[in-house]
């Protein structure tokens, strides 16, 4: 049953699935940071099928996880985090010959959270028009960083180490918090 609801012995989902139910085990055992990596989302040619397969490949066993999780009452201890390092462009356009693609765009990305003291169920910013520029809820990624760390339970004003002759801090320069993503 538990199997099944992850995808395992799917042939689409069960890679995916084996590392989100092991996550689940993990974080049952107390680990306090789990990352998972699935495929190569840096994809610039032919993005709609290979974008496609890797999200036919996620959905079934992340939504698995967080359903786990909140069955078994970890969800609100535990913080999903799922994004990757930019975002892509809209433009669609033709690279390479015949294949359609999409370049990084540091201008505009999704984010997702569960779990772990966010704010469930909202949207917070917005795109322009195309997708290509935030234009609403714009925050700066030092301050997502502070944000993180503040649902982690760690006060980045705080968390100081001495090197090079100066205190630093983790997000190096500070940040405000994103009141909007905490519950």
């Avoid at 789990?34 to 974008?51: A, F, P």
């Avoid at 913080?79 to 540091?106: K, M, Q, S």
């Amino acid at each position: 049953m538990t199997q099944r609801m992850y995808g395992i012995g799917n042939a689409e989902t069960d890679s995916f699935g084996r590392k989100c139910l092991m996550a689940r085990r993990l974080v049952e055992k107390g680990v306090r940071l789990v990352q998972l990596y699935h495929g190569s989302w840096d994809s610039h040619d032919y993005i709609e099928r290979v974008h496609g397969n890797l999200i036919q490949s996620v959905d079934q066993p992340i939504a698995a996880l967080i359903r786990d999780l909140r069955e078994r009452g970890l969800l609100d201890s535990t913080l999903i985090v799922w994004c990757g390092e930019f975002g892509r462009t809209p433009d669609n356009g033709i690279r390479g010959g015949t294949a359609y693609g999409r370049d990084h765009n540091p201008n505009a990305m999704t984010i997702w959270m569960a779990g772990g003291g966010c704010r469930a169920g909202s949207t917070i910013g917005a795109t322009d028009e195309l997708g290509m520029t935030a234009v609403e809820g714009v925050a700066h990624v030092r301050d997502f960083h502070v944000t993180l760390l503040r649902l982690l339970g760690i006060d980045d004003n705080r968390l100081t180490y001495y090197h090079a002759g100066r205190f630093k801090q983790l997000s190096q320069f500070g940040g405000q918090i994103i009141d909007e993503l905490l519950a």
